[in-house]
């Protein structure tokens, strides 16, 4: 589906023009033109392929999806493959992804499956002709800018979620919902990862060592997108880090309390064995038990037994097992 | 097992020739032969060898079979081995191997235990006249492509199956059906890396850096090949990961359901304990125990034993362990 | 907030100037601008990167705050973020920022969220003129320097922290303890890293290879900077290390006290259930069992009781079980 | 104890010399001298260093023996150390050494701690004129292969030597034999490692790069022994790693079993635990039971315990546990 | 305090001299000096910086102590820091410092907190006067290699009593004493780890590559040393590597134990729960119980329960419980 089609001169809004045209202005010096689609039919990819000259190869890739994110050239254009990360239902993170073709005076955008528009980026750019006279550069620049800015609340929601796990890591009984929130925490980071890293390592050839034409004029831009992305990574392989010890640390959790009840029990357990075992041995049938026929045979040997279990519960309770 | 022996000009199909004929084709410029030999005899390679004039130590590795994936260069030539990973019988994948080697007007390819055919790769290429007049090279890629596509469905499938084990992870009494499944899950894995792995490393010199004279002309299908090793590496990877993390999780599970079961059973215990200490101490032989000749003591007794069974049990349904 | 803002020339401090005057003294050749900022507001800022011509995305990051530390160059002007760590409410750790510009002949260092002053810096440094002179880069290295130093108590800190629990690791019952203070010990060395690692990394580039121009003279003072950097990398990862060790020891030793504890209840029950045993058998109601009419029938059972109960007391103590 | 110390023309065998005349015979153009020492003592050891040339420091080395395996470079002479690893009693690695001089026009082995003999390389290579003739470049190929297949049967051994394990591993009650025989299996895996690992390091610089003189005509062959090198490493590396699942994968199993055996003793516990209460509630010496005077009181009562067993029997097999 | 201060010609020595003599001969040509300082004091440092004229960054880490080991170029001269590290009480590693200074024709070392002496080294140097001639490079591989070849009876060590270790890692019982020794042993190896690794990295500039002035013409030794660091390297990564093992396979084995001990235990309980069960059902009060007033009742009923224990003694014997 079409978006946008507009050519620009001198950074500034020239006109909307028709697809059939978009050749006819790339070819004429000084102009630029920037299209946007989303969801691409076939039909609409190889109308653009034709018009912009755009390699077999990219376009395939586009047609296809499920790239992983990269920056490719070929001759003169830039194929930019990036992952657009959103949260979806509950716990949920759906990836869609942004391509753009990056030529030495055109920018195609192709969106699919993503819900987020980056009709912003256009707006803002037309209000700073300054900026966007610099042409498919700077464009490319604040595309990619846009698609990275939206994974930082991605993080941050994360690095909250496992904030939450931590505070009920130590908790009573918290171990099942933990390990299971800890397992979906690190499928989603993994999620975010695969459209960060290869995104960071591809990103790394637009603004050091032999630059493409098309981002020779704006490598600090261009490390400065570098730079969030090395932030983002870091971030995530910290979190997968905590994550890895906090299932350890949850085991051990589990191990400790299971630890804990059973001597818990056990004490129970030997109190009540206790008076089991008096209770049987003064209930044997012998003729000849003297005790039997006390007076106060019965309330001593409550007694002796209240005793004894008041011996060991108190004795369970120093150990610290009651 | 000769295949295809055919020779080609300006992309079309000349002739099925005779295995003898090769090298003086081979001689002629403008012409380009392309062999597809499978489940190669030592006669077959050693007429191949001779008729090409292919390097001993190639020849030596296509008929020894068991080497790891690799493109090596023999002077001109290049030397590509590939491993085929197909599904066999339950739960158990077959490796076989793709030897290529590649001239400047000639390609073989040797196919060992495997079962996929090859011929859908010279028919498209014989409908594309335009495309196998790049010659060798081309034939090289498309071979490549076409035994790299057969990993995305293996691939699919792991996944699939990895995602049936999560279903199962954090469900009751699954445990031992998953690490079982888990364990078999990373063997494959791992011999499906082993057929990537290398490959994409090797495959790196294709296009990257100083390139074989064969690949010149086509650096960005080499490219393209690849990015999907690069892809279905990395997603092997997070398998791999996932899997490891699954197992820690799987046994923090069952840990998890030892402990609540040994809460369950102990709660029990604790009732039946408490009954038959009661019973034991009524059942003392002593003379002088008053209630015993109480009118209603026995039932007092039932009552008093079923209140204390019923408070334990009140309360350890409270604290989640009935 | 202005903190200083001062022109030096030979090394000497001329006087202290007006913040609209900087641009005027830079331009002057042989002098040198040195201006500190704490928690600076966006107009203070604005000032900045008017007067001392500074890069929008450096003055971007220094405005917005939680950048990883790095060392950038725009142009001429070198833009080095840092963070400072120190010790808050118990047990944790706060990050500040410390972003410094270096130029030909200017400093500017922005201190943000951070209560260290730097001051001492200065007055150091104005105590010492011959190195004073060397203008911007010792400027630099002092900065660096200082906040490397305040890097090592830290350390220290942590190191003392961790050896108090290695000594409790071996000790019944602190498992607990131990494992909710190596969890915390482990946020806080990442905490540490996360200002260590890409710093030492950044600071590579001052003084190998390519050295930026500000640098040039002072290669051997940055190498400084660091080894120490590098130092401190080091220790944390053994640290990182060690508490991965320390974790699985002490999931160990939970283990291991469980079973130790399993043993010695289970001797103890044993005990007990033996005497409810032969309790219950001398208990039941047969007319003919003799033994029940002997003289010291009674004080044989128990006799009998006691000797089988203190044979096995003698065994379990003989294996260790109590 | 010298094995064999012969002098080669043009590929062919001149004549065995004396281990005096080597020097003289290196010296004439043209001529190629192999010699072959066995646990060489001290005094043979100097007499090579004389006749050779060869340079203290290698030679120290090959007197000591237990370096790391290793290719050195000094001047025009290649210095080779290899790891031969042989099974000696049952389960158990030896590790023995071959240290090769090579250099322009000769070739020294001496095999240290060895028992496989490398008199096959010369018989092969004095088969085989026309690759002799290539000299000391070829000899040292010879010598490398033969060392390095020798792994081969070794790698194939511990393999199915796992794969024995793993057909344990899911089994009840294998466990404690699984994990002895899995450290075993590490730790010689570990030994090989160390034979594999280093020289595959350094005999990456007998074909890429810069390359010896003495290995310039044959670098495709050292790139073949390399091959080995990387395929026998990727083994070990697969088998070291699997190694660690299944000690995680029978730890859990452990884990299973216990919960297992846990469950079905507890089910066992609890049928007796019931009849046990029952008969101390039966067996309580209240005046009042009106049942225990009824005509069938004791069959109703057996009757109701074991109808209450057979429920409770009933559950636990229909949940798995009996 | 200074231990020696030589000045040498031709490899011979000259004269002993004072300190305060040192410049003038160091400036003599065809002269070398070699200093050796123990616990330097800060005016026997301040005298050899000015004597020597080393630089102050150098003079201050040889001062203050406790850096990592490094190799760092100061003009023409080299400063070397290496840890020595040496057995102290029982268990415990002492971990000291030798900082060597070698320049053109001077070497100074300074050892800090070691007690081995360095002594020998100067001995065997002067025996050796053609390797004392080559100046200031031998010396400093002369200390290098004496300092580097004590760390292998400590590796030995190491490695011996991890042996001691794995003999009892299958032995019931000694899981508890095994884990503390592999906690220390992994502390040690660290300790080693730290002395060795940075040396190793940094030592490799003085052979590969561009080699400082002082090193060119002993490239040989340096290698050699690099290669001794390299093996030791290695030991320490194999013996950090099986001691993880170690562990987890620890931690199984207290698994394994413990699931064994509960099993025989389970076994013992079950017997002893048969005949309380019986003894509560034959203790029952119920006035119609045929079987009490048989004359062989009791003998039966003893009969009936042995048996039934017999039985099940005999089944789980067969299991392996008991």
């Known amino acids: 589906m079409l978006i946008n089609c507009v050519v620009y001169?001198?950074?500034k809004k020239l006109a909307d023009i028709d697809v059939e045209d978009i050749g006819r202005h790339v070819a004429r010096p000084g102009c630029f033109v920037w299209v946007a689609l989303r969801d691409a039919s076939n039909e609409e990819l190889d109308t653009m392929q034709r018009e912009f000259g755009l390699h077999e190869l990219a376009v395939e890739d586009a047609r296809h999806g499920h790239q992983r994110p990269k920056v490719?050239?070929?001759?003169?254009t830039l194929f930019v493959v990036m992952h657009s990360v959103e949260r979806g239902a509950i716990d949920e993170l759906r990836v869609g992804e942004v391509n753009v073709f990056?030529?030495?005076?055109?920018?195609?955008?192709v969106r699919n499956r993503s819900q987020h528009s980056l009709l912003g980026v256009r707006e803002r750019a037309e209000r700073e002709p300054e900026l966007l006279r610099q042409g498919a550069g700077f464009v490319l620049y604040a595309l990619?800018?846009?698609?990275?800015?939206?994974?930082f609340p991605l993080i941050d929601a994360l690095e909250r979620e496992l904030e939450g796990v931590e505070e009920e890591i130590f908790v009573h009984g918290a171990a099942r919902a933990n390990i299971e929130q800890l397992y979906g925490l690190k499928q989603r980071i993994m999620t975010v990862k695969h459209a960060v890293t290869p995104l960071m390592e591809s990103a790394a050839k637009l603004w050091s060592g032999r630059v493409p034409?098309?981002?020779?004029?704006?490598r600090e831009y261009f490390r400065d997108v570098y730079d969030?992305?090395?932030?983002?990574?870091?971030?995530?392989?910290?979190?997968r880090d905590t994550i890895g010890t906090a299932i350890q640390?949850?085991?051990?959790?589990?191990?400790?309390?299971?630890?804990?009840?059973?001597?818990?029990?056990?004490?129970?357990?030997?109190?009540f064995a206790v008076a089991t075992a008096f209770g049987?041995?003064?209930?044997?049938?012998f003729e000849v038990m003297p005790e039997l026929k006390w007076q106060y045979g019965y309330p001593m040997a409550l007694g002796f037994v209240a005793l004894t279990c008041g011996l060991l519960f108190w004795r369970f309770r120093r150990v610290g097992w009651l």
Chains 1, 2, 3, 4, 5 share one sequence.
């Open 144 to 151: 990619m800018d846009a698609v990275v800015d939206r994974y």
């Open 213 to 218: 034409a098309v981002c020779e004029g704006n």
């Open 72 to 76: 490719e050239e070929f001759g003169d």
């Open 9 to 11: 001169q001198e950074g």
């Open 228 to 239: 969030h992305l090395m932030r983002i990574n870091g971030t995530l392989d910290t979190l």
């Open 249 to 271: 640390v949850n085991l051990s959790m589990v191990t400790i309390e299971e630890s804990e009840t059973t001597k818990r029990l056990a004490a129970w357990a030997g109190l």
């Open 102 to 109: 990056a030529g030495r005076n055109f920018v195609l955008s």
């Open 280 to 285: 049987g041995i003064w209930g044997m049938n």
